[in-house]
């Protein structure tokens, strides 16, 4: 049975783990973001971080709203992956002593865990259309368009000018 609190037979026990798992995952990106909104010095990238925030909290919501649409309780299972993400992040902050390459480390670690969103949104997404969930998609959809969203805002503070004062 492995590490899960009861097999995986199905799809649709695949899609309801998946969606479970990005539960946790947004809870511990809401527990992770406040430490990333206090080492920031770049006034943009910290006020995209508050943003995120207030994004995830939404996100969370929507997905409560998902459970409840599938009849489903609203539960987290735990993520390896977005803790592993999230300590490795924690880690590089506790070791970096200059602000501009904090910020630039911020960004690293904020995208990854945005990547990691949107592999799993996607998954669950083309699952909910496979197994008939058309109800839930379009929840599912607003919050993978604003991962995508928060990425390329991360790429863009990154090329614009963060990258260029972490080498200076």
Do not use: W
Not at 50 to 63: D, K, Y
């Amino acid at each position: 049975m492995g590490l899960f609190s009861k097999p995986i037979k199905t799809l649709d026990d695949l899609f309801t783990h998946m969606l479970q798992d990005i539960y946790y995952a947004e809870q511990q990106i809401t527990k992770a973001l406040p430490k990333m909104i206090d080492k920031a010095t770049n006034q943009q990238l910290k006020q995209g971080f508050e943003q995120h925030l207030r994004q995830t909290e939404g996100q969370i919501e929507r997905l409560d709203q998902v459970f409840k649409m599938l009849d489903k309780p609203a539960k987290g299972v735990d993520c390896a992956a977005m803790d592993g993400i999230i300590a490795e992040t924690k880690e590089i902050m506790g070791d970096v002593d200059d602000p501009q390459v904090m910020d630039a480390a911020l960004i690293a670690g904020a995208q990854a865990v945005e990547h990691y969103e949107i592999t799993r949104y996607g998954t669950i997404i083309a699952y909910a259309k496979q197994l008939g969930h058309h109800n839930v998609v379009g929840l599912l959809q607003q919050s993978l368009d604003e991962e995508r969203a928060t990425d390329k805002t991360l790429t863009g503070l990154a090329e614009q000018g963060v990258n260029r004062k972490a080498a200076a």
